[in-house]
Each structure stands twice: as structure tokens, then as C-alpha cells.
């Protein structure tokens, strides 16, 4: 019976995905009971489309797996009463029972368990994104005045947002122009400029310099770093509306959200609690179409510059923490790595080196004479890493 109504339910999908993926108008062959999808019925393609016949499939599915489970429970039950003591029947009827109960609890848990392991498995996204724009694509990786790595990126990123929709997408790091593995430990501070707008700016007025934008502003997120970090900025809400707090939830639920439109960004960090991107939500609740965009991405790492300079007329070989040599200087790493001061270094000593001590505590890590980190929370300290 269970192989019959999943072999059922697999080819009522794919009888009707020729039709959902290359047309236009969606026409399914067959229908789904209760649902805005009737066989012979055109229904117009979008976006969330394809989510939205699933999840007419999937609860269409659990209704009738939880009748023929009744109907089972019942038929046991039935077979029970009427074995007349012969064991061998009551056996056979208690099977049936619990086969049925097993059924309708793994079919009713299934989203719990789902949702459990990894929400983005109950969570149908839709399957295009035409409503992006991404221009100047620009990333720079330099040192900063003080002496650390930092990452911007120049990227500017322009959503617009149809009537009663939400969205969420996922941007990895390197794709925002973090060019190398950062963990939350490492991170100083993130800031990027938000800006949203209830009525629908044409390319987020980027022209004008997001001028015509309502709601824009420069956010910093500051260590410590965690996924629970995030910015947020709201067009078209009252003080009640709590959409930046629940994001997810509170904008299609809470009365105090309407006619608000929303964007979120926050960071994303892996079991390893390295920076793996930032995934970012936008969501409008205007009659009409919303605009939203987020650009100029900074991250500022407390992760040292470190460069081997050479002079050209000494020869001599020093780490700073400069992004390029200086005149009458040359870039060659190897020069001190194989230079005796160095090699003889400890974490610790370099503590003495005061202003070079974070470029030297780089240096001699990359070249693998100590293992050391600078911890920027206790200024002036080259520590072994652990």
C-alpha cells in the first residue's frame, strides 16, 4: 500500500513538471485535491511556483496517509475483535495496529525531524532570481592604517521586492571579495550600508547615489561575532512592529508590519566558526512593489599585515606590516624566513620587536618557525596559537 501511494505521488510530479519548467502558464495534468492546482486549470509560472505545488503535493499526501492510517488502526481492531482467541488472527491484528501507528507518526514527524536537521530542508526557496541587480563589482583585500588585513567590497547589490513576498539568499564570502579564511575570533568589526524603500526605486536610485531611497544608513556589527549577529533596516513600520527581531515569522504574521518593507544581513559562521558569507532577507508588505539594497562591505580583521621587505643597498630582510615596500626596497618572503634572527624567535620574544611585533608574529607563522597568533584583545601580545 505505502509503495503504491509514493509511486502515485511520483509520477503525479513528474507528469506535470515538462509543463511547470517550459511553459509559461502551468496546466497540470493532474491535480491537486484543495489546492489552488486543478487539473486543466492554467496557473501563471513564477518564481515560487514550483515550492508552492510541492507543498500542495506534500499536504495533500499527509491527509490521505493519515486516513488510510485510521482506516488500518480500524481494520486491526476489527480483525481483534473478532479472532474468535485464536492467537494466531490477534497477532496478525496487532501488526497491522502498530505498522499503522508507526506510519502515522513518521509521517507526521517528518517536517519536525526535517526542520531538526536543517531548516533550509522544509523551507522551499524560489528557483529564480531576475529581481537582482548587481553592479560594480569591485573587491579590494589591503592593510589598513593600523597595521591589520582588511576586506571591502564596492559590490552593490539592488533587490526588488514584489507585493507580500520574502526572500532569502545566501552570498559566500569569496564572492564578496573575502579572499581568505577568517574566523569570528579574527573579526574586528563588519560594516555595510543598508537602505530600503516602500515604493520601488528603478536600479535603487544608484545613479543619484541612492538618493531617492527613504531608509538608509551605515551599520557595524562589533565583535563577539556569532549567527545570531545581525543589522537590519525597516521603511513603513510603527514601533510595535518586532519584524527586525523575528524576521522570518513576525513580518507575515504581526498587523503592526503592514505596509512595511524590510531588509536583514547577517553573518554566517561554520561549525568551525570560520566566516562562510552572509545570508540576507528582504521582505515587503505594500500593496506595490519595494526596493532594497545593501553595498559597501567592510570587513576589518585583526588578522596582522605582514611583508618581507629587502633593501636593495643592504640587503638587509625586515617584516612590516605595510602593503607594499617601500622605495628602494623589495618584496621577497623567503629572504626572512631564512633570516637567523627570525628563525631563532619564539612567540613570545617577539613581543620585544614593540611597533613590528604584529607583522613579525605573522611573518614567522607563515613561514612555519612558530605557530603564533597576535591577539589583539590584549594589545602587544604574540601568543602560540592554539
Known sequence: MKSKIILILITVLFLSLPVLVFAQQFNPQVGVPESNFKAGQEVEVKPDTFAKY??????????????????????????????????????????????????LVLALSSYLLLNFINPELVSFRSLTLTNIATKNQ???????????????????????????????????????????????????????????????????????????????????????????????????????????????????????????????????FNNQDFLQGFEVNYANRTPGKASAFFTNLILRTKIPCSICCVDDSSNEANFNGLANCGEGEHEDSSACCQKEEYINLTCSDVNDYGYFAPAICKGISDCGIANCRYNTNDIGNCEAAN
Open 54 to 103: 510541492l507543498i500542495a503535493i506534500y499536504e495533500w499526501a499527509i491527509r490521505v496517509i493519515v486516513v488510510l492510517a485510521v482506516v488500518m488502526i480500524m481494520v486491526g481492531g476489527f480483525m481483534w475483535l473478532t479472532a474468535g482467541g485464536s492467537s494466531q488472527k490477534v497477532n496478525l491484528a496487532k501488526k497491522r495496529i502498530n505498522s499503522a501507528i508507526i506510519g
Open 138 to 268: 569591485i573587491t579590494v583585500e589591503d592593510c589598513s592604517s593600523t597595521g591589520f588585513q582588511r576586506f571591502t567590497s564596492e559590490k552593490y547589490f539592488c533587490f526588488s521586492i514584489d507585493h507580500d513576498s520574502e526572500e532569502s539568499i545566501i552570498y559566500y564570502a569569496r564572492d564578496l571579495g573575502i579572499t581568505r579564511n577568517v574566523k569570528d575570533e579574527d573579526i574586528g568589526e563588519i560594516s555595510i550600508v543598508l537602505g530600503v524603500d516602500t515604493n520601488h526605486q528603478e536600479d535603487c536610485d544608484k545613479e543619484n547615489d541612492y538618493e531617492g531611497i527613504d531608509e538608509r544608513d551605515d551599520f557595524q556589527l562589533s565583535d563577539p561575532f556569532s549567527n545570531d549577529s545581525f543589522v537590519c533596516l525597516m521603511d513603513g513600520v510603527t514601533d510595535e512592529c518586532e519584524y527586525c527581531e523575528e524576521f522570518s515569522n513576525s513580518h507575515s504574521q504581526d498587523p503592526y508590519c503592514a505596509n512595511s518593507s524590510g531588509i536583514k544581513i547577517r553573518p554566517i
